[in-house]
């Protein structure tokens, strides 16, 4: 059974960093593209990035593209989302999720496994 477990988040100043962690188990994900997706309060949930595992080849939202870099530690099978340069409206929820497949992909629906999420809270 696959679990995705997401940590590190927290309440951080605007300009600030953090670094989020998916930790993945259950299988090997060497054919998966794993996402980071975000949701605020009363928002839609939202993809923030994304790598494909085998690869490594990233993909950004325009929105945190040059701000946030996303990595893999093969040997942890873990997911990284680190988060700099922080604005107010980065405040959300933070969930990381895999799809079976390697090709990148936006969709919700796409995606078969999610974690719980981590909340971030950047204040105003």
């Known amino acids: 059974q696959v679990h995705l477990v997401e940590s590190g988040g927290g309440l951080v100043q605007a300009g600030g960093s953090l670094r989020l962690s998916c930790a993945a188990s259950?299988?090997?994900?060497?054919?998966?593209?794993m996402g980071w997706f975000r949701q605020a309060p009363g928002k839609e949930r939202e993809f923030v990035g994304g790598?494909?595992?085998?690869?490594?080849?990233?993909y950004y939202a325009d929105s945190v593209e040059g701000r946030f870099t996303i990595s893999r530690d093969n040997a942890k099978n873990t997911v990284y989302l680190e988060m700099n340069n922080l604005k107010p409206e980065d405040t959300a929820v933070y969930l990381c999720?895999?799809?079976?497949?390697?090709?990148?992909?936006?969709?919700?629906?796409?995606?078969?496994?999610w974690g719980q999420g981590t909340q971030v809270t950047v204040p105003s």
């Open positions: 999720a895999a799809r079976n497949g390697l090709l990148p992909r936006r969709v919700i629906s796409e995606y078969a496994y």
């Open positions: 259950g299988r090997t994900f060497s054919s998966n593209f």
């Open positions: 790598i494909s595992w085998m690869a490594g080849n990233t």
